[in-house]
Structure formats: structure tokens, C-alpha cells
Nanobody, 125 residues
């Protein structure tokens, strides 16, 4: 029902910034959350941040608090993840995903229904 496309990844030096975008199309839930996850080689998919599309409420993993910021553009059906003060440990493929807001909130990737293809973020030291 929903198609998600991430973009904005790239190669940056430590301390640099990137802004990731996740554009949604197709049929969407009337109330839903958009989550960001990341996965590095050899590691499990890790929760990064989420935003309630309707209320704007955000939540961040401890590892990115103070450095990453979520925002949304309802007119463009797009959510943005502004990443500042990037560290080498932020290197991963970043994915966006959706879940209906009526579902009990969870950090697990398994709780999300639709996923984008991912965008690579590489931070050099």
C-alpha cells in the first residue's frame, strides 16, 4: 500500500552533516509513525528515531540524541533526518519504515510494515 524511497546518503568526514529524506507514496494510514533504522555490516538493524506523522511527536535513540533531528513536510509526504556531528560509528545503511499509530509503540524493526530500499551513510575518520 505504501512505497518509501530514501535518499541523501553519502560519504562525509567525521563531524560533518547529512540530511536524509524519506518520500512516501501510495495508500497511507490515516494515522501512522515513520521510523528510521540503520544497519551496519554484521550488526542487527538498530532503531534510530521515529516521528508521529499526525502529532509531530519525536523520539530518538540515546546514541543520536542531540545530533539527529526529525522533521516532516506533509505537502511533500516526506520526512527528513538531519544528521549533524556525524561519527564513524554512524556508518550504516539507513532505512525508513512505517507503522500505524494505533499499534503499540515499539523500537523493534519487526513492528514496522513497509520499508524503503535504504541509503548508505559512510563517515570517515
Amino acid at each position: 500500500q505504501v512505497q518509501l524511497v530514501e535518499s541523501g546518503g553519502g560519504l562525509v568526514q567525521a563531524g560533518g552533516s547529512l540530511r536524509l529524506s524519506c518520500a512516501a507514496s501510495g495508500r497511507t494510514f490515516s494515522s501512522y509513525r515513520m521510523g528510521w533504522f540503520r544497519q551496519a555490516p554484521g550488526k542487527e538493524r538498530e532503531f534510530v528515531a521515529r516521528i508521529n506523522w499526525n502529532t509531530g511527536t519525536t523520539y530518538y535513540a540515546d546514541s543520536v540524541k542531540g545530533r539527529f533531528t526529525l522533521s516532516r513536510d506533509n505537502g511533500k509526504n516526506t520526512v527528513y533526518l538531519q544528521m549533524n556531528s556525524l561519527k564513524p560509528e554512524d556508518t550504516a545503511v539507513y532505512f525508513c519504515a512505517t507503522q500505524p499509530a494505533r499499534r503499540t509503540v515499539a523500537l523493534s524493526a519487526a513492528a514496522y510494515d513497509y520499508w524503503g530500499q535504504g541509503t548508505q551513510v559512510t563517515v570517515s575518520s
